[in-house]
T-cell receptor, first 110, second 117 residues
Framework: LAKTTQPISMDSYEGQEVNITCSHN???????ITWYQQFPSQGPRFIIQ???TKVTNEVASLFIPADRKSSTLSLPRVSLSDTAVYYC???????????FGSGTRLQVQP | GAVVSQHPSRVICKSGTSVKIECRSL??????MFWYRQFPKQSLMLMAT?????????EQGVEKDKFLINHASLTLSTLTVTSAHPEDSSFYIC?????????????FGNGTRLTVT
């Protein structure tokens, strides 16, 4: 399974755009890139998933360069409620589980 | 949308007793479910893969006789922590996929906080 590397923590202010980059140098051809958000004492919540180029939904955007060795989660205009841990996971969508890395702890200040 | 439900959300038990945690897929069938464990300030660690109608697959270092997994139906997997000890206190989370089509993401339950006294 491809290993991921993310910054341990990030700080931001309300209303700013936050970009969290994840490195996954040994991503495989069949692997998708998925981002999850986790609040304390809750299970991870699916944010966005992509394979290549750019994906956008009502919550975030995911940018994936052509070599797919990294990806960037973009959260537009964050609020205090976006304070959470964000995990980047890489893996195929077959019957195997996904392996969690250390995640990025995002702290949004007023 | 797809929902994975866990019960109970919190449980406190005495050392030496057993605790059962249920994981249900509410609006879809899940032939495979995954059980994770998370200690405070740490990431999720995969414990085992639960397969409907067959034995679970455990990750290295996870005792299968201590963490009993039963996946008797397409919508229910249970994790039983047998003879629990304080070091088993943790946050247990299950997950499942809606189907196996390319690009199907994992959905997670809200977790079960186990405290062993």
């Amino acid at each position: 399974l491809a290993k991921t590397t993310q910054p341990i923590s990030m700080d931001s202010y309300e209303g700013q755009e936050v970009n969290i980059t994840c490195s996954h140098n040994n991503i495989a051809t069949n692997d998708y890139i998925t981002w999850y958000q986790q609040f304390p004492s809750q299970g991870p919540r699916f944010i966005i998933q992509g394979y290549k180029t750019k994906v956008t939904n009502e919550v975030a955007s995911l940018f994936i360069p052509a070599d797919r060795k990294s990806s960037t989660l973009s959260l537009p205009r964050v609020s205090l409620s976006d304070t959470a841990v964000y995990y980047c996971l890489v893996g195929d969508t077959g019957r195997r589980a996904l392996t969690f890395g250390s995640g990025t702890r995002l702290q949004v200040q007023p | 949308g797809a929902v994975v439900s866990q019960h109970p959300s919190r449980v406190i038990c005495k050392s030496g007793t057993s605790v059962k945690i249920e994981c249900r897929s509410l609006d879809f069938q899940a032939t495979t479910m995954f059980w994770y464990r998370q200690f405070p300030k740490q990431s999720l660690m995969l414990m085992a893969t639960s397969n409907e109608g067959s034995k679970a697959t455990y990750e290295q270092g996870v005792e299968k006789d201590k963490f009993l997994i039963n996946h008797a139906s397409l919508t229910l997997s249970t994790l039983t922590v047998t003879s629990a000890h304080p070091e088993d206190s943790s946050f247990y989370i299950c997950s499942a996929r809606v189907g196996w089509a390319e690009g199907s993401p994992l959905h997670f339950g809200n977790g079960t906080r186990l405290t062993v006294t």
